[in-house]
Each structure stands twice: as structure tokens, then as C-alpha cells.
């Protein structure tokens, strides 16, 4: 139904800066809230940021208040991470998700998902 591929990962020192990107396939991009999601080596899954539908709504895991900021652009049929400040701990495989139902930040139901882009913030 949504096609998402991320891009913008890559290698960063600490203190810097990064911007995500996730492209949506369709003209229904706006039907859909969206997150962003990582992944660290031995780690599961975690919920790092989300936006409503209309991005009037948004909300942040505690590990990343005022460093990460999400947004979209539904024109572009985007939605963005940008990542400043970022920390060794940031390190993940950062995966972009698509949730159809009622916005529910971080306890939405993510149906379709995007293949990941590597995150390495070096100490």
C-alpha cells in the first residue's frame, strides 16, 4: 500500500548534526502518521520519534527530547529526522514506519516499514 526508503544516514562525530529522510511512495501519504524507529546491535527495536497526519502532533522518546526533531513535508511526500547533538549511544540502523489508524505517537500500530539507513556517531 506505502512503499518507504530512508536515506541520509552515514557517519557523524559526536556533537554533530544529521538529517534523515524518508520517501513515500503513493498519493496517500498524508493518510498515514508516521515515525521513526532504531535499532542498535544487540539492542531491540526502539521508538526514537513520531508525527501525525497533518504533523499538527508529535512526539518524542525521553532518550532523544531537544536533540531530535521530526517533521514532514506532505507535498514532497516526506518526512524527516533532523538529529543534532547526536551521541555515541545514537548508533542504530534508523527505520521509518507508516501507521494508517489513529495517531498514538510511539503506541501507534506501524504496519509498513522502510529497509533502514546506518546511523555511527563516533566518540
Known amino acids: 500500500q506505502v512503499q518507504l526508503v530512508e536515506s541520509g544516514g552515514g557517519l557523524v562525530q559526536a556533537g554533530g548534526s544529521l538529517r534523515l529522510s524518508c520517501a513515500a511512495s503513493?498519493?496517500?501519504?498524508?493518510?498515514?502518521?508516521m515515525g521513526w524507529f532504531r535499532q542498535a546491535p544487540g539492542k531491540e527495536r526502539e521508538f526514537v520519534a513520531s508525527i501525525s497526519k497533518s504533523g499538527v502532533f508529535t512526539d518524542y522518546a525521553d532518550s532523544v527530547k531537544g536533540r531530535f526533531t521530526i517533521s514532514r513535508d506532505n507535498a514532497r511526500n516526506t518526512v524527516y529526522l533532523q538529529m543534532n547533538s547526536l551521541k555515541p549511544e545514537d548508533t542504530a540502523v534508523y527505520y521509518c514506519?507508516?501507521?494508517?489508524?489513529?495517531?498514538?505517537?510511539?503506541?501507534?500500530?506501524?504496519?509498513?516499514w522502510g529497509q533502514g539507513t546506518q546511523v555511527t556517531v563516533s566518540s
Open positions: 514506519a507508516a501507521d494508517p489508524f489513529y495517531y498514538n505517537g510511539g503506541g501507534g500500530k506501524y504496519n509498513f
Open positions: 503513493g498519493r496517500t501519504f498524508s493518510n498515514y502518521n
